[in-house]
């Protein structure tokens, strides 16, 4: 890293390094087209974070003092790059350049939650860099770069984020953070399991305060939602542990449940070619509330691993004494929802349905019955449920067995 002046960090040696030769010549463009037109622009938030970490980066922001539409207008009358989306509240467009890179551009803006916990509003556009940076989660992610070409690669850092991120320190720019947007507090956790950072004393006691005095059940849920689904899906079982000894279930209205992340991992990591959802194993050990379930807006497939959790906990399973019994109780639930029954409730029963009799299936199907002198379905259905029965209890193995079984049967 070089200094530019004597205060001025400079990262240009890192963007060279870090970023690929495509993305190189984009910013390269965007300096020199922002010199031509006047504009003063900024490589902003996780992208600038991540250099500094040298991780690789989910997605590039770039934030234009100003207006961010006007000057991707020009990026497109040059013939740069074509639009894809554009936001027209908040003045954000979603670019492509060529080798299908996407770019997202911000313009620099002041937001107002007029309600807590709910989206913010813009109150102006067009705003310094400055103020705009004021109105960001953590420490971390309120880093800028400039791009422009006698400032490429000059650090902006209003808040200390260069610290932090020497330090590992996760820390919240402001007191009344959490409580505008509560889902700072699962994205502090998700960025301290990610990074192996710590949250700063206040931040801890910020977001206690805010689970222990301010919660309320009326803010933006798709944000928390879409927060836990990313959080989950890093892989990282220790995030679930993190989770609960944070409290986290209190923000979801939840019980502290008997569950660790390891356990959770290992039944997901031996059944993944089978689970379509293994974030929601995680959520659905802690989420219970009917009242957040339906604030989650899940998708019908997701909702239905809830609902069979709900079924299957309500349920009694005195009368079941066979694997057929096991099986007809399992059968219809989705996978996701027998794993979280078994982990809240360490039923042995659940665990023969899933390592065992789910993947028990019978082969002969109704035509071949019919062929074997089979006439109507009802016969047909019980011949197939019997066939079942045989196999559950490991007397049919294979699908000679089922034949041979079948034709004693008929005989
Ligand atoms: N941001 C914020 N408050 C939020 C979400 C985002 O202040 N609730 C700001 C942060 O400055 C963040 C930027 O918006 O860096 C972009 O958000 P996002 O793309 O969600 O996160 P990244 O920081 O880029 O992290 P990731 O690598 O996980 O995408």
Not at 63 to 77: I, M, P, Q, R, S
Not at 303 to 330: E, G, H, P, Q, V
Request: one cysteine or more; glycine letters at 4%.
């Amino acid at each position: 890293m070089q200094k530019a002046n004597k205060n001025t960090l400079n990262i240009t040696d890192k963007i060279k390094s870090q970023l690929s030769q495509d993305i190189q010549t984009i910013l390269d463009v965007c300096g020199k087209a922002a010199d031509l037109y006047g504009f003063k622009i900024f490589l902003i938030g996780g992208i600038v974070r991540d250099l500094f970490l040298e991780k690789e980066s989910f997605d590039i922001d770039i934030t234009v003092e100003g207006n961010a539409t006007d000057f991707c207008h020009k990026l497109v009358d040059s013939k740069l790059c074509k639009i894809l989306q554009v936001n027209s509240d908040l003045k954000t467009v979603k670019v492509q350049f060529p080798n299908n890179i996407e770019i997202d551009f911000a313009s620099t803006r002041q937001e107002f939650y007029p309600r807590r916990g709910h989206l913010p509003v813009v109150v102006r556009i067009g705003c310094t860099l400055e103020e705009d940076v004021y109105r960001r989660d953590f420490t971390i992610n309120s880093l800028a770069v400039s791009l422009n070409k006698k400032t490429f690669g000059n650090v902006i850092d209003y808040v200390g984020g260069i610290d932090d991120i020497k330090h590992k320190k996760l820390k919240i720019l402001h007191d009344n953070s959490f409580n505008e947007d509560p889902s700072r507090i699962i994205r502090g956790l998700k960025f301290a399991a990610r990074f192996s950072f710590h949250r700063d004393e206040h931040t801890k006691e910020l977001q206690e305060k805010y689970q222990n005095t301010q919660l309320h059940k009326d803010i933006s849920w798709s944000r928390i939602k879409s927060e836990i689904k990313q959080s989950f899906s890093l892989e990282n079982h220790k995030i679930f542990d993190m989770f609960l000894a944070n409290n986290v279930e209190k923000l979801l209205y939840a019980q502290k449940p008997d569950v660790k992340g390891l356990e959770i991992k290992t039944l997901i990591d031996n059944h993944k070619a089978e689970i379509d959802f293994p974030w929601l194993v995680y959520l659905g050990c802690i989420l219970n509330d009917k009242e957040i379930i339906e604030a989650f807006c899940f998708t019908r497939q997701e909702k239905k691993i809830f609902t069979d959790k709900d079924i299957l906990l309500s349920a009694n399973l005195s009368m079941i004494n066979s694997n057929y019994d096991i099986y007809k109780f399992f059968e219809k639930r989705t996978l996701e929802s027998v794993l979280i029954y078994y982990l809240l409730t360490k039923r042995k029963e659940a665990l023969i349905y899933i390592e065992k009799l789910s993947k028990i299936r019978v082969e002969l199907n109704g035509e071949e019955l019919k062929e074997m002198g089979l006439t109507d379905g009802k016969q047909i259905g019980e011949m197939l449920d019997k066939i079942l029965r045989k196999k559950l209890n490991g007397n049919v193995i294979n699908k000679a067995d089922e034949i041979n079984f079948v034709k004693t049967q008929i005989k």
